[in-house]
Nanobody, 124 residues
Framework: QVQLVESGGGLVQAGASLRLSCVAS????????MGWFRQAPGKEREFVAA????????YYKGSVKGRFTISRDNAKNTVYLQMNNLEPEDTAVYYC?????????????????WGQGTQVTVSS
């Protein structure tokens, strides 16, 4: 089992920045591909970003590319999502997830473990 705990959400104005953190425990963190997903009110949960086990390669949803940065610190068992120039459309509950497979993917079904989520609200 892997336990994931997100933090760093909040209420900000458009154009502001937030950094989300997700701390993992229970298994060897570096064995997992990590992803961030989000779910806006009334919408399905969607992929935001993912990072390989080593942290060398990253992948993003098109609308966040250039504004969001995913990174990880395997020594701290933590994955981050730096979000800059936030827009009201970014308002959602943000979840981190761990994937024990070898391939980075945006498919939610491939992720084995999920955190409880952290709320991000961006006002216009």
């Amino acid at each position: 089992q892997v336990q994931l705990v997100e933090s760093g959400g909040g209420l900000v104005q458009a154009g502001a920045s937030l950094r989300l953190s997700c701390v993992a425990s229970g298994r060897t963190f570096s064995n997992y591909v990590m992803g961030w997903f989000r779910q806006a009110p009334g919408k399905e949960r969607e992929f935001v970003a993912a990072i390989t086990r080593s942290g060398v390669n990253t992948y993003y949803k098109g609308s966040v590319k250039g504004r969001f940065t995913i990174s990880r610190d395997n020594a701290k068992n933590t994955v981050y999502l730096q979000m800059n120039n936030l827009e009201p459309e970014d308002t959602a509950v943000y979840y981190c997830a761990a994937n024990s497979g070898a391939v980075v993917t945006n498919l939610q079904g491939m992720y084995d473990y999920w955190g409880q989520g952290t709320q991000v609200t961006v006002s216009s």
